[in-house]
């Protein structure tokens, strides 16, 4: 029942320059200077629909990372 540290996707900051990334988009785009630019970035994202289509996988990770961080998404049951 134990829950690995892998299997949650977590939003850091980086040491070197203080900005926020996104772990799902790794040394990609911009960084955000604000854990609320990040999060408009996340569910921005999770609630993308041609995200949806095209990058399910990518799609789904934001979702998740929402979830992790209980940033609620508008429509989510
Ligand atoms: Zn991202």
Redesign the pocket.
Known sequence: MATSIQSLVRIYLRPEDLTWG?P??PNKGPQWETIHALRD??VG?AMSMSLREDYKNKWSR?RRLARNMRWSLPGQH
Do not use: D, P, R
Request: with cysteine; charged share 0%.
């Open positions: 996104c799902v988009c970035h996340v994202q934001h």
